[in-house]
Nanobody
Framework: QVRLVESGGGLVQAGGSLRLSCAVS????????MGWFRQAPGKEREFVAA????????YYADSVKGRFTISRDNAENTVYLQMNSLNPEDTAVYYC???????????????????WGQGTQVTVSS
């Protein structure tokens, strides 16, 4: 019933910016929290950012804090990840994910999330 569709990935030079989008269908996730993860070649999937859907409160991994911004548009049922000052180390497949509920605390573990997008490739050249 729940579907997440990502877009916005691409190739940019170091210091550039990209904006990722994740369209969500299925009204049950409108009150559920959302997160972004990424996976680089040969690496484990890691947490990037999370947002509480109802309040808009955000939380970031230390590696992206100050450079990335997660946001949501309730009317459009869409979550965004604005990425600025990109580094080659940011190169990865980026995934959006959704909880089935509104959590009391921020969730950063992959196993906490029930629904996942297909992923979009972000490549940053040096």
């Amino acid at each position: 019933q729940v579907r997440l569709v990502e877009s916005g990935g691409g190739l940019v030079q170091a210091g550039g910016s990209l904006r990722l989008s994740c369209a969500v269908s299925g009204r049950t996730v409108r009150s559920g929290d959302m997160g972004w993860f990424r996976q680089a070649p040969g690496k484990e999937r890691e947490f990037v950012a999370a947002i509480m859907w109802n309040s808009g409160t955000t939380y970031y991994a230390d590696s992206v804090k100050g450079r990335f911004t997660i946001s949501r548009d309730n009317a459009e049922n869409t979550v965004y990840l604005q990425m600025n000052s990109l580094n080659p180390e940011d190169t990865a497949v980026y995934y959006c994910a959704a909880l089935r509920y509104s959590s009391i605390i921020f969730r950063t573990r992959e196993t906490d999330y029930t629904y996942w997008g297909q992923g979009t490739q972000v490549t940053v050249s040096s």
